[in-house]
């Protein structure tokens, strides 16, 4: 007999992206969604939010951040006894509140898939797991669904300290750069001219438009990314004062102690061969 999981946000990206994963492990899906039309016809499509989680034996929530903890509240309750639910999004203080407060005949998983829509496969990928009630089972769990990923377990609190650079800071500073080059009028003269290292931000910055502006709102609105880019800017001020001035020796000074705290961890000059293949093999296609 077939697993039932019910997707809630089912027609959103990741929605349809983890729908199309468990039909493939052999799951009959449920997707429900409020917003947004579910495609595909192998997918079972209910109306109703309650209605849809009754009989399932995993509900995915995929959810807008903001509304996954009383999305949470609303269906816990609902859901039948030892049954799974499992949360995605990209802040989980909230969320972990949330969790913690559902019915003890269901089983939280909180995590958070480090990659998108477009990902071919689920080997690889990094799956970030957050413990909630059972740090050891929940991981047993997430580990059974996606055979193949990458775990790291952390608690809810380093994971948005850690989010805020590693998604936060990034779209900030590439939604900022978009907007810039968006402007630029003649921008086909620019890639004419540009090297390598436009054309890997200019990508960067383009693909993550390809977000929804509500998601990437939710992103650079983490409390923790306030201090990151509170220093990104006091940097930049610090770096063009500097320049203005005739300051070399600070600029250079500042450039020299940025290379060799990175050389403690990274190869700075393989991290090139990497961008010039990347843009290699991007520039052949």
């Known amino acids: 007999m077939k697993k039932k999981i019910t997707i809630i ?7 349809q992206w983890f729908s199309k994963y468990f039909l493939s492990q ?3 899906v449920t997707g429900h ?5 579910i495609p595909g016809k192998t997918i079972i499509k209910s109306d109703s939010l309650v209605g849809a989680v009754l009989s399932a034996d995993y509900v995915m929530l995929c959810t807008p951040t903001r509304r996954t903890p009383e999305i949470i509240r609303l269906i816990a309750k609902e859901m039948k006894r030892g049954t799974f639910l499992i949360e995605i999004s990209s802040q989980k203080a909230k ?4 969790l913690l407060k559902i019915p003890a005949k269901i089983n939280p998983i909180c995590i958070h898939p480090m990659f998108g829509p477009g990902a071919k496969k689920i080997a690889n990928q990094n799956i970030i797991s957050v413990p909630v009630k059972d740090a050891k089972k929940e991981l047993e769990v997430t580990k059974s669904l996606f055979k193949g990923a990458n775990f790291v377990t952390i608690d809810a609190n380093e994971h948005d300290k850690k989010i805020a650079v590693i998604l936060g800071l990034t779209h900030l500073v590439n939604l900022v750069f978009a907007n810039i080059i968006s402007k630029d009028d003649k921008i086909n003269l620019t890639e004419k001219m540009s090297g390598t290292t ?3 931000q200019k990508i960067l910055a383009e693909s993550i438009l390809t977000e929804s502006p509500e998601l990437i709102e ?6 923790e990314i306030r201090k990151f880019a509170e220093e990104f800017w006091k940097d930049i001020g610090r770096l063009l004062t500097a320049v203005q001035e005739a300051k070399s020796e600070e ?3 500042y450039v020299k102690a940025c290379q060799e705290r990175l050389s403690e961890n990274v190869n700075l000059e393989n991290s090139y061969k990497k961008l ?9 296609k």
Do not use: W, Y
Not at 33 to 37: A, G, L, R, V
């Open 9 to 15: 946000g089912a027609g959103g990206q990741m929605g």
């Open 26 to 28: 052999d799951f009959e």
């Open 33 to 37: 969604d409020s917003e947004n039309k």
């Open 95 to 98: 969320t972990i509140s949330a």
């Open 198 to 200: 436009f054309k890997a």
């Open 218 to 223: 939710t992103i650079i609105s983490n409390p």
């Open 251 to 253: 600029v250079i000074n």
């Open 276 to 284: 010039t293949s990347m843009v290699n093999v991007i520039d052949k």
